[in-house]
């Protein structure tokens, strides 16, 4: 634990010291990175760099509860883009038990359930991207990966008896119906334009989820001087294990799950190919009841 927080002071002091360097950055100077290679001019891009947030909050989740290192690489062609995100908590602070969220007979808790870890997630994306007069059509899917929990399996005899195992989650663990590594979701998001600052966000699980979760999120994004503030209100529907809320004070719920977000952003350049990015945000999960207040640092290389 003492090392990662060493890492997240260290990684701090990194982003402050190159902010500091650069004798000619100004507070209100904001530009557009320029084309710097004939690959990028051809059509193919290349951007990645990793960012240090307060909390990851995911769909209105607080998944790592501490806070994350968020290294990120993204490649784009054409309309194609193939990316991949890292989130790596600092602390120990996240379930490792696949059952356990919130128990429904609290007198039946077993210690082995109340280990925890420090959150750990891969998420690799797809997408083909259709323009349109209003903005971007994105359609593809998400493969989901939890490097450091357990899976749970489950085995019946010729008997009917039941035999549960919760084996380490390996990457080559692709078993479906909620006892694999990996939740692949299929999902279509539109992004708007200047002239129209919507965007629509439809997302399904189809692999290795048993409720075959259904979430939906549309949001809207203007300026506030020089500064990014978007508006977000997100709903998985249904009862869903993947959004935990299966259960809520030992009752079961099947209705929805809602959420609700706004963020303050900036990007600064520091050069023509680096730029920093801070982010405040602040949601309110009203299924769990809960209010919660980020803020992000992601340095970019572009």
Known sequence: MKVKFHLFVFTTLIMGFILTLNSGLYAQEIRKPKKITTEETSGFKLKYGSGLTTRYLWRGLDLARSPALLPYGQATFSNFEISLYGIFGLFENASKHPDFVKPQFPGEINPFFLQRIAFNQIITNFFYRIKSEFGDIRIGFTEYYFPDGLVKKVKVDSNGVETISYPPSTWLNWDDNGEGAHTIEINVRFEGNK??????????????DPDNSLYLETGYTFNVLLNKFTLYLGSAIGASSWYQFNFKNGAFRGDFMTSFGLTFSREI?????LLIDFALTDIINFYQERNTILFTTILKIE
């Open 195 to 208: 002239k129209f600052p919507l965007w629509f966000l439809v997302a399904f699980n189809v692999y290795n």
């Open 269 to 273: 350049y520091l050069s023509d190919w």
